[in-house]
């Protein structure tokens, strides 16, 4: 796979994301509002109607790091996914600049440091947001 691979993401893409998540949450809240919504299926693996192995996936993998599939049937995973998500909703050179290699190595790095620790600063978040 290309370091460019995400930049050739096919709409509509699917996003799988935990709704349980308050940073997923506000994600998900501004992509319903964006001008390219529809090229965006959003799927809240939380949901108790939600199968991964119908999809393919284990469940803790997907709770794991951020899935996207594309209309090719091709999986996006990680930063990757971030990527692709952004490429189809046009933010392109955004993305090209991130598949930089020192820039990609960083923020591959950041993204699998924030995955693993997403419920807890999430949990700090919310907490944080209740307070005067």
Partial sequence: ???FTPLHASPPV????D???PFCQQEVAWLEKHR???HIQLVDIQAKDFNAQAHGKEFAAMMGQ????DSKGTWYIG???SRALYAVL???RLVRFSCLPVIS???NAGYRFFARRRIRFGQWWEKRKGKP
């Fill in 14 to 17: 699917i996003l799988f994301h």
């Fill in 66 to 69: 951020l899935h996207l599939r």
């Fill in 36 to 38: 390219h919504r529809e």
């Fill in 90 to 92: 046009g933010y392109r």
């Fill in 79 to 81: 930063m990757d996914a």
């Fill in 19 to 21: 709704g349980h998540c």
């Fill in 1 to 3: 796979m290309s370091r």
């Fill in 105 to 107: 190595g960083l923020m």
